[in-house]
């Protein structure tokens, strides 16, 4: 059979990688794919952006394609899933209603209160000024999020008031974020360490995967802008049982039936942002797709088949499947364009790739990557998640970075304590 896979980020090739893992799966069409999806085993790029709705359709009626699988959020909030099942044809996805939980904070914000589900209190503003009034009578610490998508990038945790305004200047007056900025929500700062909550789920059943954190600002120790991430590791110990079966029954649950509520059938991935500070939980935003770093070391834990999962949630049959995990830990290191998240270099040739996947039990995920006369040259901010999987976190982490030590490419930037967060709580 054959699968296509729209995106090109590090996220996608970690589910091509998974993917090809399945005998019943002759080729996976990625669209447009990138450096390493091209040498991916079964896996060709296709040239068709991930929005040009028409275009991957016409692919998939003359490919004989069994299933769509759709990685970023981009095509979902767009409607990609809905165009496909009018079609008739199989796709991996929530539709755009359901989309909306993640490219509209403000829609989010509204079902979270509407299902108890519990989360920082906030204001919505559509202008500058009272937004900035807002601002001024909360006083800060304070966080400003553009409403709309902003590809991880649109949220500022302002320390200061003044760097709250200067935030809300850079959307509203600068539209930094264009039409996604068009609204603001203002939310109440919250205190604690972030975790990753991901689901499977058809609408009726919510499956959670294993736990993962994510590393956003772009230096060690927390410092610097909020980046797309730049590592994430699994399990996070922070995530204890008890947090665990609450995220799935007070946060998972009542997001899919509150959504239910609204004739809204929720398929695909749940992705909740926590904040957990001691036994208090609150969440941060909902994404309507994985992670991006967390599905590189989650995929590496996976045991069970991917495509059995994907159909369980298209049949809404997800409690009849058992998904299995490795209980090896895995840790993922992103590897960036220096000056990312903000301006950056393309075109830098990567080395040393083959010899970090030699070390085993390592894989090496491209994001910002191309293939060009055969060498592997850098096109993006974030351009590798170097992934290991080991017998402990702490040879684990010590193994991912033994593979990052392998490759090399102009100005590269990683951050040098990915997981050391979890160390300190063993």
């Known amino acids: 059979m054959n699968i296509l896979l729209i995106g090109s980020g590090g996220r996608e090739h970690a589910i091509a990688w998974k993917l090809s893992q399945n005998e019943n799966i002759k080729n996976i069409f990625c669209a447009p794919g990138?450096?390493?999806?091209?040498?991916?085993?079964?896996?060709?790029?296709?040239?068709?952006?991930?929005?040009?709705?028409?275009?991957?359709?016409?692919?998939?009626?003359?490919?004989?394609?069994?299933?769509?699988?759709?990685?970023?959020?981009?095509?979902?909030?767009?409607?990609?899933?809905?165009?496909?099942?009018?079609?008739?044809?199989?796709i991996f996805g929530p539709n755009k209603m359901a989309a909306k939980i993640e490219a509209s904070k403000a829609f989010c914000k509204e079902i979270m209160v509407s299902a108890n589900i519990p989360t920082a209190f906030y204001g919505e503003f559509t202008d500058f000024e009272s937004a900035k009034k807002y601002v001024l009578e909360k006083g800060a610490p304070i966080v400003v999020k553009a409403d709309g998508l902003a590809a991880g990038k649109g949220v500022t945790v302002a320390a200061t008031v003044e760097e709250a305004i200067d935030a809300l200047k850079e959307i509203f007056i600068d539209k930094i974020f264009g039409d996604a900025g068009n609204k603001v929500v203002i939310e109440e700062f919250l205190k604690g360490e972030e975790a990753s909550f991901l689901a499977f789920t058809d609408g009726i059943t919510v499956v959670p995967m294993v736990s993962s954190q994510d590393h956003k600002p772009v230096y060690d120790n927390d410092k610097g802008p909020n980046t797309g991430g730049m590592g994430a590791y699994s399990p996070a110990p922070v995530m204890t049982e008890k947090l665990y079966n609450f995220?799935?029954?007070?946060?998972?649950?009542?997001?899919?039936?509150?959504?239910?509520?609204?004739?809204?059938?929720?398929?695909?991935?749940?992705?909740?942002?926590?904040?957990?500070?001691?036994?208090?939980?609150?969440?941060?935003?909902?994404?309507?797709?994985?992670?991006?770093p967390e599905?590189?070391?989650?995929?590496?834990?996976?045991?069970?088949?991917?495509?059995?999962?994907?159909?369980?949630?298209?049949?809404?049959?997800?409690?009849?499947?058992?998904?299995?995990?490795?209980?090896?830990?895995?840790?993922?290191?992103?590897?960036?364009?220096?000056?990312?998240?903000?301006?950056?270099?393309?075109?830098?040739?990567?080395?040393?790739?083959?010899?970090?996947?030699?070390?085993?039990?390592?894989?090496?995920?491209?994001?910002?990557?191309?293939?060009?006369?055969?060498?592997?040259?850098?096109?993006?901010?974030?351009?590798?998640?170097?992934?290991?999987?080991?017998?402990?976190?702490?040879?684990?982490?010590?193994?991912?970075?033994?593979?990052?030590?392998?490759?090399?490419?102009?100005?590269?930037?990683?951050?040098?304590?990915?997981?050391?967060?979890?160390?300190?709580?063993?």
């Open 247 to 292: 995220a799935l029954n007070k946060i998972a649950y009542p997001l899919v039936e509150e959504l239910k509520k609204r004739n809204i059938v929720y398929k695909g991935i749940i992705y909740a942002g926590l904040m957990i500070d001691g036994e208090d939980v609150k969440v941060l935003e909902f994404n309507c797709r994985f992670g991006d």
């Open 34 to 90: 990138n450096g390493g999806t091209a040498k991916e085993n079964k896996c060709q790029n296709v040239d068709i952006k991930v929005t040009d709705f028409d275009r991957l359709i016409q692919f998939a009626k003359e490919n004989d394609i069994y299933m769509t699988v759709v990685g970023p959020e981009d095509p979902l909030a767009l409607g990609i899933v809905d165009r496909f099942e009018s079609e008739g044809l199989k």
């Open 295 to 426: 599905t590189q070391p989650l995929l590496m834990r996976l045991e069970s088949d991917l495509l059995e999962i994907f159909d369980a949630c298209i049949n809404q049959n997800l409690k009849e499947i058992k998904i299995n995990w490795y209980s090896e830990p895995t840790v993922c290191v992103v590897m960036a364009s220096g000056g990312y998240p903000k301006d950056y270099k393309k075109g830098y040739e990567i080395t040393g790739i083959d010899s970090a996947e030699q070390l085993g039990n390592v894989k090496v995920f491209h994001a910002g990557t191309k293939l060009e006369n055969e060498k592997v040259l850098t096109n993006g901010g974030r351009v590798l998640a170097v992934t290991a999987r080991g017998k402990d976190l702490k040879s684990t982490i010590k193994l991912a970075y033994s593979a990052v030590e392998k490759i090399n490419f102009k100005d590269m930037h990683f951050r040098k304590d990915i997981a050391q967060k979890a160390l300190r709580r063993l």
